[in-house]
């Protein structure tokens, strides 16, 4: 997606050759113009797969997912890292560990909003490791429904996340697959597609 791509050339801040910062488009301050372009460009790569709910992790998933949502015209759902006051133990709950943070979390989604036969789109702001997405798909297969998809802005394609989720039988839909990090440069993984004449 060429106006992604374009919004972390010009203001992703690359902070190691693992982490690339973007709080002024969608980590911290979000480009509500752009994130609905990430939503449209979602619901059109999963318009045909019967999807009757999003489903992401709070925090930064939520601003894509509910754009996406909005486009497919279905229920946004967020997986909670802590319990909120009101929620009974009426839950699902899955153990995500973050590589990048190095913590477990456990994540949670009330058993009243996901339900059997669901067709289920997994939304995130970033791919690396894919554990978060390992515990959202394990929160969808507790409630006996279907993972139809995933869709990712940012895939830090340079990590094992989707090699790992594909292996899973996971549709993967990232709208930008950063290729490096490598001296302060972002170069995506279509940047060297080569066209043979
Ligand atoms: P994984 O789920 O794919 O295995 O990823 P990982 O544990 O490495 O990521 C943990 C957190 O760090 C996630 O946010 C993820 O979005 C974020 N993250 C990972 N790599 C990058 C990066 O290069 N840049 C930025 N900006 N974030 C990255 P989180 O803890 O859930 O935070 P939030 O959603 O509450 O903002």
Do not use: W
């Amino acid at each position: 997606m060429d106006l992604l791509k374009q919004a972390i050339r010009e203001k992703g801040n690359v902070l190691s050759e693992n982490v690339l910062k973007v709080d002024t488009f969608l980590n911290h301050q979000i480009d509500t113009k752009l994130m609905g372009d990430v939503g449209k460009e979602f619901a059109r790569l999963f318009k045909s797969a019967g999807i009757t709910k999003v489903l992401t992790i709070e925090s930064s998933g939520i601003a894509p997912s509910f754009m996406a949502a909005t486009e497919l015209d279905v229920p946004l759902i967020f997986a909670r890292k802590k319990k909120s006051l009101t929620m009974t133990d009426n839950v699902y709950s899955s153990q995500v560990y973050s590589f990048t943070k190095q913590e477990t979390n456990e994540i949670t989604v009330s058993k009243d909003f996901l339900k059997a036969g669901d067709q289920v789109l997994i939304i995130d702001d970033f791919l690396a490791n894919g554990q978060a997405a390992l515990g959202l798909i394990d929160i969808v297969h507790q409630a006996n429904a279907h993972v139809s998809g995933l869709g990712i802005v940012i895939e830090k394609s340079f990590q094992d996340g989707r090699k790992r989720l594909e292996k899973c039988g996971i549709r993967v839909e990232s709208l930008a697959r950063v290729k490096s990090l490598e001296n302060g440069n972002v170069t995506f993984v279509d940047d060297f597609v080569s066209i043979n004449l």
